[in-house]
């Protein structure tokens, strides 16, 4: 029988921490469930004592990510300190199997820089916080931040340290991507080997990309004898992200001949769960990212198609149906009925019924009346634009622009509010720039625009525009906002009202727009 590999899944802590991918509590609970049927083994669903918000999102996700035999434990992290411990231990309390992932920092330069102990300190440290979260939950994950800058004989005696004090899993986290597979390989074989204790509890692997080998370094630890990986959907993370969880899995799949190591995914929810992360948090997949990009399957090159129309292996390695992406591509046109754009949206990752869907087939047809194909990019932006509508407040119901060469450009805007529709018009020095100020004038706006592009889902002169918006809020908080059309007005006013109402639902309740609107 071949060995097991628990999938530490850290999508909602350390995913999260990128730039600008921040989630709702309701969002971190639809992720949570998309990856319990993923088949993840854990769950590390946020840092309990870094805000009111998340310390709420991990309680609701331990409470309703998953129960029954098969559901993920559920994790939450805490810092080498008593108060991060008992708020991590009350977040998780009503967890079908709860556990807590304490660390503690151990390279040079944190000990030096960063916490300001010695070594014995450290030590000291490390013996007391996971003797005291051991005492209060049965599984505990210690993990040495910064284990690949280390030095080998202290890593020994940090892990040796935890071991003594009650630890069940030890994770290495190469926390800045410094290390070489070999290498990395190697620090996991010296544990195991070197220190008393080790072979009676699990290793686990941490990995970064900063030198694009967090997948390559993760592998490498299993190899050695490590039997947790941790590791997010789509290779979120900090800086340059973390070990992308379908990587990992696909090469454990596709090379059994090398690992012989056995997982629980269901490979065929990869794709799904991608597309899932990446809308609810903005952040794109890369088109030739590894297995669930969108060129990851498409052959443009001559030779490769002719060898792919005489035997798919010629060029491909794996199905696309093995990591649930769509197999085969239907022409979508203007001829094509709602059941056949239900299904096509299916294949992309994407259930849709009922209101939702019917307003995006009216918007699929009126493209498709204009243009000969729709594309699957095409269809991707509208639903995402239909998702991020669903639960707006304020929605964009007419817009008027009028652009002039030699002078201000002037935008009427209709919202759609909660009791009434209100319209404004304003000037700017540019179209999008008087679209923006109609909508500040009608809502009254506190935010800040910080970010704000414009991308065409082909090179056609008839493309449908995307437009992403980012506005800041109170202590620097960034809000994202998406919408397309092939009017790129239309689509930037979309865009900015979602990351309006995103900001203004986070930030306190959303009142009426100001009087003057009318």
């Known amino acids: 029988m071949e060995p097991y590999v628990r999938i530490f899944d850290t999508t909602l802590r350390d995913g999260e921490q990128s730039p600008g991918a921040t989630m709702t509590k309701a969002e971190k609970l639809s992720v949570a469930r998309a990856l319990a049927q993923l088949g993840v083994d854990i769950i590390e669903a946020g840092f309990p004592a870094a805000s009111p918000d998340d310390f709420l999102a991990v309680q609701t996700i331990a409470i309703e990510g998953g129960q029954g035999p098969y559901a993920p434990s559920i994790w939450g992290l805490a ?24 660390f503690l920092a151990t390279s040079p330069i944190h000990r030096r820089a960063k916490l300001r102990m010695s070594k014995e300190e450290v030590i000291d440290r490390i013996r007391a916080m996971v003797a005291y979260a051991s005492e209060r939950c049965g599984d505990v994950e210690f993990s040495p931040e910064d284990a690949g800058r280390t030095e080998v004989d202290f890593l020994h005696a940090a892990v040796g340290a935890a071991i003594e004090a009650g630890a069940t899993t030890i994770n290495i986290p190469d926390t800045v991507g410094y290390t070489q597979p070999a290498e990395f390989g190697a620090v996991i074989a010296g544990i195991i080997e070197g220190v008393p204790g080790a072979r009676d509890v699990v290793l686990s692997v941490h990995c970064h990309n900063d030198l694009g080998l967090a997948a390559a370094n993760t592998l490498a630890g299993l190899r050695a004898g490590a039997r947790q990986a941790e590791v997010t959907v789509n290779g979120i993370g900090e800086r340059a992200g973390n070990t992308a969880l379908e990587e990992v899995i696909m090469a454990l799949e596709t090379r059994r001949d090398v690992f012989g190591l056995a997982h629980g995914i269901d490979t065929r929810r990869l794709y799904p769960t991608s597309r899932l992360v990446s809308e609810v948090t903005g952040m794109e997949v890369q088109p030739n990212k590894a297995i669930v990009g969108r060129n990851a399957f498409a052959h443009e090159a001559g030779i490769h198609q002719d060898g792919m129309l005489k035997h798919h292996e010629t060029y491909e390695i794996m199905r696309p149906d093995t990591v649930g992406a769509p197999r085969t591509e239907l022409v979508m046109g203007k001829h094509s009925g709602r059941r056949a754009l239900q299904s096509r949206l299916r294949e992309l990752g ?17 493209l498709a009346d204009r243009r000969k194909q729709v594309t699957n990019a095409d269809l991707e932006a509208l639903v995402r634009d239909e998702v991020e509508q669903e639960a707006e407040v304020f929605r964009l119901a007419q817009l008027e622009v009028t652009s002039r060469t030699d002078g201000a450009c002037s935008a009427k805007v209709v919202v759609e509010g909660p009791q009434r529709r ?78 309006q109402n995103r900001a203004l639902a986070a930030e306190g309740a959303i009142d009426a727009p100001r009087k003057e609107a009318s």
């Open 350 to 366: 994407y259930e849709l019924s009922g209101d939702i869907l019917d307003h995006a087939f009216a918007r699929f047809k009126a």
């Open 422 to 499: 209100h319209e404004m018009a304003a000037t700017g020095s540019g179209a999008v720039d008087a679209v923006f100020n109609a909508i500040d004038r009608i809502l009254g706006s506190r935010f800040e625009l910080s970010d704000y592009q414009l991308r065409a889902t082909n090179g056609g002169s008839d493309a449908l525009g995307e437009a992403h918006v980012r506005v800041r809020g109170r202590e620097g908080r960034t809000y994202r906002g998406f919408g397309s059309d092939q009017d790129i007005n239309v689509a930037s006013a979309r865009a900015y009202l979602s990351a």
């Open 79 to 102: 810092r080498a300190q008593k108060g991060d411990i008992d708020r991590a231990l009350r977040a998780i309390e009503r967890a079908h199997k709860p556990r807590i992932h304490t």
